[in-house]
């Protein structure tokens, strides 16, 4: 059964702070890897998607990446400010014979950034 | 608007009162999924469809129940809600599946069972 946690589980840095938030997953046949920004009392917002052919994605000051073989995800959060406080999670996502379909999420790193 | 809903958003219920919550997408989605999340065991998937009459069991599907009838919508039907099954619920859906496609996620219903 597929495991993914989530290190840390929390997070505070100084706002302007480079970071990064770490994904482990146990089963490396995933089909993809997707990071989610979570605010408190709200819905889940797709904020990256790798697919398992790919080493990472780029989107303005967020950049992800896979490695498949070691069953590891970084989410890499540049120059942060306040509003990037939040919980994140990372999700990973099968299509083998199976298991297609599954989503299995990990438990998340609140982040706070203080200003 | 591209969106997923869901309703009811809040919902309190007494234990054995059957109640549905709806989730619906104007994406053309093939794919949708129910999740719970609750606090210290994350976000557990509970059931999926891949397509029109065509679902499947996720992790926690003990004590609910789904349909695909129509590809815009997705019930969760609770038959008999227990006190264990008070939590934040999301409908999510994605184009042809999560395989290449990111996952839409609705905003939620917190439901509490007493």
């Known amino acids: 059964k597929q495991e993914v946690t989530q290190i840390p589980a929390a997070l505070s840095v100084p706002e302007g702070e480079n970071l990064v938030l770490n994904c482990s997953f146990t089963d490396s046949a995933i089909y993809n890897l997707q990071w989610f920004r979570q605010d408190p009392g709200k819905g889940l917002t797709s904020l990256l998607l790798?697919?398992?052919?790919?080493r990472e994605q780029t989107s303005g000051r967020l950049n992800a990446s896979l490695d498949k073989s070691s069953g590891r995800s970084t989410l890499y959060i540049a120059a942060s400010q306040p509003g990037d406080s939040a919980t994140y999670l990372c999700?990973?996502?099968?299509?083998?014979?199976?298991?297609?379909?599954?989503?299995?999420f990990g438990d998340g790193t609140t982040l706070t950034v203080k200003p | 608007e591209a969106q997923v809903t869901q309703n009811p958003r809040y919902l309190i219920t007494v234990t054995g009162k059957k109640l549905t919550v709806t989730c619906s997408q104007n994406m053309n989605h093939e794919y949708m999924s129910w999740y719970r999340q609750d606090p210290g065991l994350g976000l557990r998937q509970i059931y999926y469809s891949m397509n029109v009459e065509v679902t499947d069991k996720g992790d926690v599907p003990e004590g609910y129940k789904v349909s695909r009838k129509e590809k815009r919508n997705f019930p969760l039907i609770l038959e008999s809600p227990s006190p264990n099954q008070t939590s934040l619920y999301f409908c999510?859906?994605?184009?042809?599946?999560?395989?290449?496609?990111?996952?839409?996620f609705g905003p939620g219903t917190r439901l509490t069972v007493t």
């Open positions: 999700a990973v996502s099968h299509w083998d014979n199976t298991n297609a379909g599954k989503s299995t």
């Open positions: 999510a859906s994605s184009l042809f599946g999560t395989a290449y496609y990111e996952q839409y």
């Open positions: 790798i697919q398992s052919s790919q």
